[in-house]
């Protein structure tokens, strides 16, 4: 069952503790993409997230997208957008995207946060590797239907239990 807790839930990217992150040694950040830095349904990058990731660059953190998103252009396009390194496809929870995303931006398991919004991809993908993990609150907008019949189903089950856990 601890596979499924993120060492951190947070209701927005905006309450990420950077300094709290710098303290545990993280250098580098693997992000996913849909309903964690841009609803799944737009393709433009709010000024409030483009400027945090600006920030999150000025204080010297590496950062990589890892999406299971299979389209290659929307994740390249917005990571081109955030001057961010990505990869499309990740197949999350398998480690094989993770690890990538750690060599893309010289980091290793210590050094390296996982930030998702989904328990089932991106929280158990960290964990699996030993990663920080933080799960988010998913930003509104709509899912893709897997997502929200299935993984979205069953973080029902699960996220009281995480919430009390965390407390």
Same mark, same amino acid.
């Given at each position: ?16 503790? %950077? #300094?709290? +992150?710098? &303290?545990?040694? /993280?250098?580098? /950040?693997?992000?996913? !993409?849909?309903?964690?830095?841009i609803p799944r349904d737009q393709n433009t990058i709010s000024i409030d997230i483009y400027n945090w990731i600006l920030e999150l660059k000025k204080q010297n953190f590496? +950062? ?13 396009? %917005? ?11 990740? &197949?999350?929870?398998?480690?094989? &995207? ?6 893309? %931006? *010289?980091? #290793?398991?210590?050094?390296? &946060?996982?930030? *998702? #919004?989904?328990?089932?991809? #991106?929280?158990? *993908? ?19 239907? *897997? ?6 189903? !069953?973080?029902? +089950?699960? !996220? =009281?239990?995480?919430?009390? =856990?965390?407390?």
């Amino acid at each position: 069952m601890k596979i499924l807790y993120p060492q951190l839930y947070v209701s927005s990217l905006f309450n990420i503790n %950077l #300094d709290m +992150l710098k &303290a545990r040694g /993280i250098k580098g /950040i693997i992000f996913d !993409l849909d309903n964690t830095i841009i609803p799944r349904d737009q393709n433009t990058i709010s000024i409030d997230i483009y400027n945090w990731i600006l920030e999150l660059k000025k204080q010297n953190f590496k +950062l990589c997208i890892v999406s299971n998103n299979r389209r290659q252009n929307r994740v390249s396009f %917005l990571a081109e957008k955030l001057g961010i390194l990505y990869i499309y496809k990740a &197949a999350k929870p398998r480690r094989k &995207a993770f690890c990538k995303g750690m060599q893309l %931006l *010289g980091t #290793d398991v210590n050094t390296t &946060a996982v930030i *998702g #919004d989904q328990v089932f991809t #991106d929280v158990i *993908g960290g964990n699996r590797l030993g990663l920080f993990t933080i799960l988010v609150v998913p930003l509104p907008g709509k899912e893709f239907w *897997g997502t929200y019949f299935f993984n979205r189903q !069953l973080e029902k +089950l699960v !996220l =009281h239990k995480i919430k009390k =856990h965390l407390t």
